[in-house]
């Protein structure tokens, strides 16, 4: 079974810099996606981004970007240039390919402090 | 183009009842899953339908089902609720053959005293 491991409860960041949240996780499966989702105090999931485990180059949206090291099962998204918008729990999450459930971490909570 | 839409918003019910939760997926999808959030933890997936079909099951008791309708609505059912069914109920769209773009609602927000 797939299990997704957030080893952060909580982080907080002075805005406009760097910050770094940490995932692991454990499969067996060589093909899979990995995501990291943010989810607001309005409760709405949204995807920051995600990554394709055959894909070698790590995902950039913006100013969010991940480091995936495959052979690690390690998962990590930075936040450059943070911003107040940017607080809120973030989670990631888990599908291995032509799978049909998503399996997700605990989450970190991130506050982005003016 | 609407997204993804679940209602009730909020619900509270008394253990032992029955609820039932309502979905509407994204326009151009044709797959419902739906996951629970319990507070502080990540979700958990439920179920998913396909055609009108639940097509994969989590870890979760019979007391949990579902049903999808010609439009590709969903509903999810919870019989005899239990203190701990308290969570949030999130459904979530996609595309048969996409399902690792998966679009998410606001939630359904249910109390159980």
């Known amino acids: 079974a797939q299990t997704v491991t957030q080893s952060q409860p909580e982080m907080s960041v002075q805005e406009a810099e760097t910050v770094t949240l940490s995932c692991t996780y454990d499969?067996?499966?060589?093909?899979?996606?990995l995501f990291w989702y943010k989810q607001p105090p309005s409760r709405q999931m949204i995807l920051v981004i995600r990554q394709e485990a055959y894909k070698q180059q790590n995902a950039t949206e913006n100013r969010f970007s991940v480091n995936f090291q495959k052979a690690a099962k390690s998962f990590s998204l930075k936040i450059s240039d943070s911003q107040l918008g940017d607080t809120a729990m973030y989670f990631c999450a888990f599908m291995k390919h032509g799978g049909n459930d998503m399996r997700f971490g605990a989450g970190t909570r991130l506050t982005v402090k003016p | 183009d609407a997204g993804v839409t679940q209602s009730p918003t909020h619900l509270i019910k008394t253990r032992g009842q029955q609820v039932t939760l309502r979905c509407s997926p994204k326009s151009g999808h044709d797959t419902v899953s739906w996951y629970q959030q319990a507070l502080g933890q990540g979700p958990q997936f439920i179920f998913q339908y396909y055609e009108e079909e639940e097509r994969q099951r989590g870890n979760f008791p019979d007391r949990f089902s579902g049903h999808q309708f010609p439009n590709y609505s969903s509903e999810l059912n919870v019989n005899a609720l239990l203190l701990g069914d308290s969570a949030l109920y999130l459904c979530?769209?996609?595309?048969?053959?996409?399902?690792?773009?998966?679009?998410f609602g606001p939630g359904t927000r249910l109390l159980v005293l």
């Open positions: 979530a769209s996609s595309q048969r053959g996409a399902q690792e773009t998966q679009y």
């Open positions: 499969t067996s499966e060589n093909n899979y996606y």
